[in-house]
């Protein structure tokens, strides 16, 4: 056996930290790579979108200007995809849209242009637009992901939930944990009627944890159904248990189908302080308890909170789709531009870095 040979099957003590550290640095700046890639393209996609706005604004050229720039792009760069007349209406409503070119420097300029299409089409407001992109960037979420979060308003419902967070919990962790509650909680995936009980519902959502899991948020981690705590000889079962990885603590969830009643909280309280007494390690924070019913009084559920030390919370759920108000909007959809010519081609398929 050679030397060389040698080497490979043995390689020296401390050889494989360093081939790992190695590999880090390459997968980094293929992402950086990909990520230059993917900025400049969306630079070059705004600056023809800001062209066509101001061409159309200063001389007077109508939407056939489109048309012509469509058929020269394509004869003069026949191997680039992404010059069809329905893309660059997006570049146009792209720079309409974002009339600063340093958007692309933002979390908009970190996603890949499909997602930006998915923006524009489905969302009017700049600063959810933004919101979504940096949600879209943090957790890595594909387009399709990143579609039915926009569809679903997790933006728009996250932090809605009522809480005493602000009098129970200490600063970051209050802010921290109001922005990881909704309201209301969309549990139409779970296909029940509007009239579903509370054992049916809790049954289904176990039956569909990963889409539960996904419509709770980033953070949350299951650990039970009707978890069992034996307290002096009496037995409590808690309908679900969760673990927040980012608050370092329990979050008991109590189903509710009914309306809100301030007695909700009692029983909530007391499964909370056995979670604290039985489960909760000394690393953990304070556990807190989220209570999901059919409807609320806010003001009843307010005062309910109110002289409560524990750090509660109360939420609606949905088990029926309320159909959202039709978006209308002069932009072809991004399946129609994709069956038109196939040209809208996502730069790279890099995966953003998680934060």
């Given at each position: 056996m050679t030397e060389r040979a040698t080497a490979l099957i043995d390689p020296p003590e401390g050889y494989d930290k360093w081939l790992a550290e190695v590999k880090a640095r390459v997968r980094a700046a293929q992402q950086r790579a990909a990520l230059a890639v993917n900025t400049e393209l969306l630079q070059v996609y705004w600056q023809i979108g800001r062209d066509i706005l101001d061409q159309q604004a200063g001389q007077g050229w109508g939407v056939k200007v489109v048309e012509r720039l469509s058929h020269d792009l394509r004869q003069s760069f026949p191997d680039l995809g992404g010059f069809s007349r329905a893309n660059l209406m997006y570049m146009r409503a792209f720079a309409e849209a974002w009339p600063e070119s340093a958007i692309v420097q933002q979390p908009v300029g970190q996603l890949p242009w499909g997602h930006n299409i998915m923006l524009l089409t489905k969302l009017k407001d700049s600063d959810l637009?933004?919101?979504?992109?940096?949600?879209?960037?943090?957790?890595?979420?594909?387009?399709?992901?990143?579609?039915?979060?926009?569809?679903?308003?997790?933006?728009?419902?996250?932090?809605?939930?009522?809480?005493?967070?602000?009098?129970?919990?200490p600063k970051p962790d209050s802010d921290l944990a109001r922005e990881s509650l909704k309201d209301p909680y969309r549990l139409d995936?779970?296909?029940?009627?509007?009239?579903?009980?509370?054992?049916?519902?809790?049954?289904?959502?176990?039956?569909?944890?990963?889409?539960?899991?996904?419509?709770?948020?980033?953070?949350?981690?299951?650990?039970?159904?009707?978890?069992?705590?034996?307290?002096?000889?009496?037995?409590?079962?808690?309908?679900?248990?969760?673990?927040h990885l980012r608050l370092r603590r329990y979050v008991v969830v109590e189903?509710?189908?009914?309306?809100?009643?301030?007695?909700?909280?009692?029983?909530?309280?007391?499964?909370?302080?056995?979670?604290?007494?039985?489960?909760?390690?000394?690393?953990?924070?304070?556990?807190?308890?989220?209570?999901?019913?059919?409807?609320?009084?806010?003001v009843v559920a307010e005062w309910a909170l109110r002289d409560n030390a524990k750090p509660l919370s109360i939420a609606e759920y949905q088990l029926v789709e309320a159909l959202p108000e039709p978006l209308q909007t002069a932009l072809p959809t991004i399946e129609q531009i994709e069956r038109e010519l196939g040209e809208v081609k996502e730069p790279s398929k890099f995966t953003p870095a998680r934060g």
């Open positions: 637009r933004l919101s979504y992109a940096e949600a879209a960037v943090e957790f890595g979420w594909s387009r399709n992901v990143l579609g039915m979060h926009i569809e679903r308003k997790r933006i728009e419902r996250q932090g809605k939930a009522q809480t005493n967070f602000g009098r129970s919990l995936f779970l296909g029940l009627g509007g009239e579903a009980h509370e054992r049916e519902i809790e049954a289904s959502l176990i039956e569909h944890i990963t889409e539960f899991l996904l419509e709770l948020g980033a953070g949350f981690a299951f650990v039970g159904q009707q978890v069992q705590l034996e307290v002096n000889g009496d037995d409590f079962y808690l309908d679900l248990l969760f673990y189903l509710k189908a009914e309306k809100f009643k301030p007695e909700h909280l009692g029983q909530l309280s007391f499964y909370m302080t056995a979670v604290d007494e039985m489960l909760r390690h000394e690393v953990d924070g304070p556990t807190i308890g989220l209570l999901l019913c059919k409807s609320k009084n806010t």
